[in-house]
């Protein structure tokens, strides 16, 4: 087992003892999203901790443990502790880890210009129009379209924006993509959220704020695109 394994399980045993688990063990695996994955019995428990943690301090991986051995105990509503948010929102965390990210995603550009559409230009407009915030740690890039022809998709703790070449395309108008591209760019506004439950009401507060929401969401139905 690597040193770091042997820390994490060390951290993670010693947690979950006071959870009444007497055999753990935990390692860091490299997933493309940051996640934990586990399996359990009532004495036992697995943890597969995505490796973008592999580097933290000990202090962020227990309370991680935390957290995570409270929701097998049912506590569904435990949110991950100020150490954990502070660190995996440090502009350290994303210069890091953002570009390890953008690897592991199959398929996405490396560039914001596509074939028709630059979403650098679009980005720029969102900026003039006081929507957003420019923010030089923010990856924009194409992706393959998917079965559901979803506009796009985002990753908050990377601080990366992944919008489908279904976009790209002199039939959809600028001001739709801009549209588009401000409605994944609102989770990165919003910022890592440290509890399982959702924030619908924040998220389509922000989202009104793009002028002619309405008209907008009627042309995504015309053109087949869903957010």
Do not use: H
Request: charged fraction near 30%; glycine fraction near 8%; include cysteine.
């Amino acid at each position: 087992m690597k040193e770091r394994d042997k820390l994490l399980t060390s951290v993670f045993a010693d947690v979950g003892g006071r959870f009444g688990y007497g055999d753990v063990e935990a390692v860091f695996t490299a997933f493309r999203d940051f996640k934990v994955k586990w399996s359990r019995s009532y004495r036992w428990a697995r943890f597969d901790v995505s490796d973008y943690l592999s580097d933290a301090p000990e202090e962020v991986l227990r309370s991680i443990a935390e957290t995570l051995f409270g929701r097998i105990r049912g506590d569904e509503d435990v949110g991950y502790g100020e150490e954990v948010c502070n660190w995996v929102s440090s502009p350290e965390f994303v210069a890091e880890k953002q570009p390890v990210y953008v690897n592991r995603c199959r398929g996405v550009s490396r560039t914001t210009k596509g074939s028709c559409r630059d979403l650098r230009d679009s980005y720029d407009r969102l900026v003039a129009m006081g929507l957003v915030e420019r923010d030089p740690l923010t990856y924009m890039g194409w992706g393959v379209p998917t079965q559901g022809r979803y506009v796009g998709r985002s990753s908050t703790l990377m601080r990366v924006v992944v919008m489908s070449t279904i976009l790209d395309t002199e039939e959809v108008p600028e001001v739709l993509l801009d549209f588009c591209l401000y409605s994944q760019l609102i989770n990165l506004i919003m910022g890592f959220n440290p509890y399982p439950d959702g924030r619908g009401e924040e998220y389509d507060e922000m989202l009104s704020r793009f002028p002619d929401r309405a008209g907008m969401e009627d042309l995504m139905v015309k053109l087949s695109i869903k957010m």
